[in-house]
């Protein structure tokens, strides 16, 4: 009887510890997979869009030095914007799918936010990374005419994460 248990309980453990290990590998390989793919789709629409990326310190960074800029916020009004946004940000907001065509009335409302200096700085940003409301505003702006044109990729999630202070209405 020994013996057997001898020889069971090392098996057994290992057996548990492969389980173990492998369940490991999958969920830490699923989640590398998911950020790579979020990745990979983030960089191709910053290449398909031709604007910048800022990321949230930088932003921040550049707000505390005061810097000119328009900041446009993507997300709908009521269910965002009104409950959390970055302080000084402009609203105005765009679908989730990528946008092939611009119809008048929302090419009207976009040049009349930004302005008529196509050198103005302008950070567009939306809920958070996956979002793609800011990858058509800041591409429209782009195929505007616009030169200085960035996209804050965390979103307003990752500036709520990083405890900056947000604007309510």
């Not at 550049?62 to 269910?79: G, Q, R």
């Not at 809920?127 to 307003?156: D, E």
Request: charged share 25%; hydrophobic share 40%.
């Amino acid at each position: 009887m020994y013996g057997k248990l001898k020889t069971i309980i090392p098996a057994t453990l290992t057996l548990f510890a492969l389980v173990l290990l492998a369940t490991n590998v999958f969920a830490w390989g699923a989640k590398e997979l998911e950020t790579e793919k979020v990745a990979t789709t983030f960089c191709a629409e910053v290449q398909r869009g031709a604007y910048k990326v800022v990321t949230t310190p930088e932003l921040k960074k550049w707000m505390d030095e005061k810097k000119s800029m328009l900041i446009v916020d993507t997300m709908p009004y009521e269910a965002s914007y009104k409950k959390n946004h970055i302080p000084g940000a402009k609203q105005m907001e765009f679908p989730i799918p990528e946008m092939n065509s611009l119809d008048d009335t929302t090419k009207a409302a976009l040049v009349k936010l930004l302005g008529p200096d196509k050198n103005r700085l302008i950070v567009f940003y939306c809920g958070f990374t996956k979002c793609t409301r800011s990858h058509n505003a800041a591409m429209w702006a782009v195929k505007l005419g616009y030169k200085n044109v960035y996209r804050m990729p965390g979103g307003i999630k990752g500036w709520m994460e990083s405890d900056y202070q947000v604007g309510t209405i």
